[in-house]
């Protein structure tokens, strides 16, 4: 069935570096790809979205790019700040539906 | 546009009991979701509406569980009986469903976080 599966965390990265958090997902066609984040304390937000394949979506300096032949969506950053502390969600939606599916999530925690 | 909004934030209930939780979308949004979250777990489905219409409910969504949305506009979910397995987050989301049925981003409120004991 349809499902998202993502790194698990926690992750903890120095200021400055580089991040990956991978993202695969199970479904039929082809969806729209989202990544969601939750500050501490905050609501889901979308950080950014792909509607087909080769898209990229980008947002705050994160990127990710739609690979259908790797039904893969991994968030990438080249220079991570303290800021970025939080928990991601990979999801998915199928434009005829109205639900997302959601990964569950990946806490990040960026050290001075 | 101030956002979606819910009421409580936080809900402590002793098990049996019954609650219930508003949620008040974007104005304008036709669409109107509701999601469970549960610790160190994304988001799931429960429901969603169109306008005041119910579309679509989740199996998650047990007997126990009701949602209403009478003018279209803020939206109510009651559990009845509560269990401590109702423990969680609750999420609603809105959004506008625009021309030819294109989907367009899902805005989420903070949520309202029920402890059953």
């Known amino acids: 069935g349809d499902s998202v599966t993502q790194m698990e965390g926690p992750v903890t990265l120095s200021e400055e570096a580089f991040l990956t958090i991978n993202c695969t997902y199970t479904?039929?066609?082809?969806?729209?790809l989202f990544w969601y984040v939750q500050y501490p304390g905050e609501g889901l937000q979308l950080l950014l979205k792909a509607t087909k394949a080769d898209d990229k979506g980008s947002n705050k300096g994160f990127e990710a790019t739609y690979r259908k032949e790797t039904t893969s969506f991994h968030l990438e950053k080249g220079s991570v700040q303290v800021s970025d502390s939080a928990v991601y969600f990979c999801a998915f939606e199928y434009s005829s539906a109205s639900k997302i599916i959601f990964g569950s999530g990946t806490r990040l925690s960026i050290r001075p | 546009d101030t956002g979606v909004s819910q009421d409580p934030r936080h809900k402590i209930t002793k098990r049996g009991q019954n609650v219930t939780f508003r949620c008040d979308p974007i104005?304008?949004?036709?669409?109107l979701y509701w999601y469970r979250q549960t610790l160190g777990q994304g988001p799931e489905f429960l429901t969603y509406?169109?306008?005041?219409?119910?579309?679509?409910k989740s199996r998650l969504l047990s007997d126990r569980f009701s949602a209403e949305r009478p003018k279209g506009s803020f939206s109510t979910l009651e559990i009845q009986r509560t269990e401590q397995g109702d423990s969680a987050m609750y999420l609603c989301?809105?959004?506008?469903?625009?021309?030819?049925?294109?989907?367009?981003?899902?805005?989420f409120g903070p949520g309202t976080r029920l402890l059953v004991l």
């Open positions: 104005s304008e949004h036709n669409r």
């Open positions: 479904a039929t066609g082809y969806p729209s």
């Open positions: 989301a809105s959004s506008l469903d625009g021309l030819a049925g294109k989907q367009e981003t899902q805005y």
């Open positions: 509406f169109q306008n005041e219409a119910q579309l679509e």
